[in-house]
């Protein structure tokens, strides 16, 4: 690691790339997590329809939050 300390600006990229990865990773493990809730409801409304898996729950959770996430006013500074 003697050449990071050299390069101040290469160990701090890498610190960041390592910091987003991380978020990355704990994000799709917390999305996934409540993806089970989602699953558990949609097999119980409409189970004897259609049911659905996990990762179509995660799909649908990631769907529903770009369709009715929180918006921010385009006023507002």
């Known amino acids: 690691m003697g050449f ?7 160990k701090r990229m890498l ?3 390592y910091t987003i990865a991380l978020v ?12 089970f809730p989602v699953k558990i ?13 996990v990762w179509q729950a995660w799909a649908l959770n990631v769907l529903a939050g770009i369709l009715f996430g929180q ?3 385009t006023g507002s500074k």
């Open 24 to 35: 990355v990773l704990i994000s799709g493990i917390v999305g996934l997590i409540l993806a």
């Open 71 to 73: 918006k921010t006013p």
């Open 4 to 10: 990071l300390d050299d390069v101040p600006f290469l």
């Open 15 to 17: 610190e960041m790339g």
């Open 41 to 53: 409801l949609w097999n119980f409304v409409f189970g004897s329809i259609h049911s659905i898996n």
